[in-house]
């Protein structure tokens, strides 16, 4: 009787359906971020939800075979796949508030679970930088001060991706940030996990979580959200024949374009991909990129130069800086100013002698006239005689 009987609860234990793992997920408040569950295209599916230290379970969304109905509090803010998507129960939480940290289940309606879901909210801390500077992303953690510098384990993620790793003494990277993302050892070992990220792109920004020691517990800030930006116009003004220095900020690929004002054409100046650079016909023979200090020079300006000197990233197109450039004239030289002097006291001279002459033919017309008088009074007088 007793085999009977254990035979019966086995064959209920296989017969009934696994609970499904536990997916952990994380997002920061005001982002939008997918529940997921899939299962029978046939059935009503309930997702419901239980905040961290509330016992009850509050509904999310009904999602029936023909129609959708999210639940109070979330109308607005929830997405469903399954009418254009059949048996793909997912749901879409926009934007996810801080309140929405804890558990999710979707399930049919005989209460059997489909998906499992925990998720945590993050409030980030905000941290913006220009282009081409270092930045240091903050955070700290209760670590062992005792431990030697071979004991950290640290690792920072961003979007879920490794970025960075030390773990006893060895360094992994992601591509692109080898040699650019660096944590103190010295400091780690008091608590401070701050990542420096040089020379920093725009492809650089982001959210980034920081975990130290095993298993990996999550250092304060939940999160860092980092914001790459260009640099601020500048605005220079450069002797005729002088050179203009034009700061590129980064070894990503750039062009440098020329406007000669507001509505004018903008004109190649360079184009820096990888691979030599390639010149416009304005900067040819006149032009030189110093890679090492992303910078290009423009050697003997003239007053045609002046304009707005526009730097662009290649591949987001965003502007990473600009420069307005006047052009001074040239100092006269001591010869050029002897002259100017001789021409200019040649012009008095020469209106001296006008004016001279000017005077001497009003002098003859003046005795012309007296002359003409005295004769018509002698004329008179012996009239009358």
């Known amino acids: 009787m007793r085999i009977t009987s254990f035979g019966v609860l086995l064959g209920l234990l296989l017969a009934s359906p696994a609970s499904p793992s536990r997916v952990d997920l994380s997002g920061n408040v005001g982002d939008s971020l997918t529940l ?11 997702w419901r939800f239980q905040q961290y230290e509330y016992p009850e379970w509050l509904l999310v969304a009904e999602l029936h075979t023909g129609s959708f109905s999210p639940g109070s509090g979330f109308q607005g803010r929830v997405e469903s796949f399954h009418l254009t998507d059949p048996g793909n129960y997912s749901l879409t939480l926009s ?13 049919y ?17 905000l941290v ?14 209760i670590t062992n001060n005792r431990a030697r510098a071979g004991d950290l384990d640290i690792l920072w993620k961003r979007g879920g991706e490794n970025v960075f790793q030390l773990h006893k003494n060895t360094i992994t990277y992601r591509p692109g940030f080898e040699n650019r993302a660096s944590v103190s050892p010295e400091q780690a070992l008091y608590g401070n996990l701050t990542l ?25 800030p939940d999160s860092v959200r980092l914001t790459v930006t260009g640099h601020p116009p500048q605005t220079l003004t450069v002797k005729a024949g002088g050179l203009l220095s034009i700061p590129l900020y980064t070894a990503d690929p750039v062009r440098v374009t020329f406007s000669a004002g507001l509505g004018s054409d903008e004109v190649l100046m360079l184009d820096a991909n990888k691979g030599p650079a390639r010149y416009g016909e304005r900067c040819a023979q006149r032009c030189e990129l110093l890679a090492q200090n992303y910078t290009l020079l423009l050697r003997s300006v003239t007053l045609e130069d002046a304009g707005v000197y526009k730097v662009t990233h290649r591949e987001t197109n965003r502007t990473i800086g600009s420069v307005s450039m006047r052009v001074s004239a040239p100092p006269l030289s001591a010869g050029a100013v002897a002259g100017i002097v001789l021409g200019v006291l040649g012009v008095l001279g020469v209106l001296g002698v006008v004016l001279v002459l000017q005077a001497g033919s009003a ?6 006239l007296q002359k003409l008088k005295r004769a018509s009074l002698q004329s008179v007088t012996n009239s009358q005689c």
Do not use: H, W
């Not at 934007?95 to 399930?107: A, I, M, N, Q, T």
């Not at 879901?117 to 980030?124: A, E, I, S, T």
């Not at 913006?128 to 700290?140: A, K, Q």
């Not at 040089?198 to 990996?216: A, H, I, L, N, V």
């Open 196 to 220: 420096t990220i040089r020379q920093t792109r725009f492809s650089d920004e982001g959210d980034y979580q920081c975990f130290y020691s095993s298993p990996k517990e999550r250092g304060k």
């Open 95 to 107: 934007p996810l508030e801080y309140s929405d940290l804890g558990f999710y289940e979707c399930r």
């Open 109 to 125: 309606k005989d209460e059997t679970i489909i998906s499992d879901v925990k998720l945590n909210v993050f409030v980030p801390s």
């Open 36 to 46: 997921p569950c899939s299962g029978d295209p046939s059935r009503d599916v309930e």
């Open 128 to 141: 913006s930088v220009e282009m081409g500077m270092s930045v240091s992303l903050p955070c700290f953690g």
């Open 363 to 368: 002098l003859a017309v003046r005795k012309y």
